[in-house]
């Protein structure tokens, strides 16, 4: 596990400490990493899971308390290529709200200016959870979704199997990897990505296979601009699911400063959402 017993127990005494002095209420957060989950859509099942309805009303319960007041609403493996639910979602949440969908290969120029006028401002490439693509084929769409819309890339997967494409993947116009690599033998790989230019979600701590706190430094280390924080809510298959001390543990590791750049400048810069 990424973060010990131990370290489990001491993060769910700091969310109450967290609370009781108000901090977070104090803080403002962008949400870089969140799933909605509405059955009106299409679901798709994916290895074997079909995720539990959970609407927006269930994810603004959640984050209001924590201080979100915006962020990007990312699509799942199991939303497939379905733009239906973003059609519906973007404008309900306003401007201060983005979206990371998937489309395949030929989507049409067209169709995806007419999602980047709605709200939509990444392309993901979901690795892990069974989209199979060829790097020039993932370096090919990042490279014209950009062009028409100016969007960025998401991948999600395990950094280390990036390791042979680090030179193609660093040429991208710009490029953020999930849930901090997955790995502790990504970690290289992401950091040679890292100074590159590529951003890093600092989300899914209860999912990853590394020492969280370490990783968080060393990415900051080498590019303060580079972290950008989400929850993860509704954190489907994850081992742990995003606690609030999560939040703690980003502002202990990194300090006031840094952690204010994680939370809101560096991602209202990646996802060029510009909050009223």
Known sequence: MSISRRSFLAGSAAVA???????AQQRRLFDSHCHIIDHRFPIIENQGYTPPNFPLEDYLAQTKPLGVVAGAVVSGSF???DQTYLM????RLGPNWAGVTQIPDDYPDAEIAKLGKLGVRAVR???FR???DSVDDIVALATRVHSVAGWHSEIYADAAALKPHVDKLSKLPQLSIDHLGMTEAGLPVLLDLVAAGCKVKATGFGRVKMDVPKTLELIAAKNPNALVFGTDIPSTRAARPFMPSDIDLVEKVLGPELAKKAFWDNPLALYRVKVA
């Open 125 to 127: 490439f979901n690795v």
């Open 17 to 23: 400490l967290s609370a009781a002095s108000g901090h």
């Open 79 to 81: 939303q497939g290529n």
């Open 130 to 132: 069974g989209r199979i």
């Open 88 to 91: 519906d979602l973007l404008p």
